[in-house]
């Protein structure tokens, strides 16, 4: 199995920074993992993914979010952080953490990972709110 702690939400202005953070405990000897991610759930919308990465080392962040946030891990997988600059009303959610077995691109992971299925795991979230 596989566990996962958000930490590093909190309350912000326009414009401000937060970097959150994914601590990954795996129990499972032979679980191998296909991609990791950030998906988000603000208010009355349906769940986004924001950025994910897969196991080539390839990334992909949502336009929403292009040059804005950025997505990373350690090299143990370990931890995943997804680092938000200039943020916007816009981006009040709750952000959740993503790790998924199946060995697929960080393209495909950013729409699959808001899917709850099997062969992914969910944290329970962590709330980031941007005041304006």
């Known amino acids: 199995q596989v566990q996962l702690m958000e930490s590093g939400g909190g309350s912000v202005p326009t414009g401000g920074s937060l970097q959150l953070s994914c601590s990954i405990s795996?129990?499972?000897?032979?679980?191998?993992?296909?991609?990791w991610g950030w998906f988000r759930q603000g208010p009355g919308s349906e769940r986004e993914g924001v950025a994910a990465?897969?196991?080539?080392?390839?990334?992909t962040v949502a336009d929403a979010v292009k040059g804005r946030f950025t997505i990373s891990k350690d090299n143990a997988n370990k931890f995943l952080y997804l680092q938000m600059d200039a943020l916007r009303p816009e981006d009040t959610a709750v952000y959740y953490c993503?790790?998924?077995?199946?060995?697929?691109?960080?393209?495909?992971?950013?729409?699959?990972?808001?899917?709850?299925?099997?062969?992914?795991?969910w944290g329970r979230g962590t709330q980031v709110t941007v005041s304006s």
């Open positions: 993503v790790v998924g077995r199946a060995p697929i691109t960080s393209q495909q992971a950013l729409g699959l990972m808001t899917e709850r299925r099997s062969h992914n795991f």
């Open positions: 795996v129990s499972e000897l032979t679980f191998r993992a296909g991609y």
């Open positions: 990465i897969d196991s080539r080392g390839g990334r």
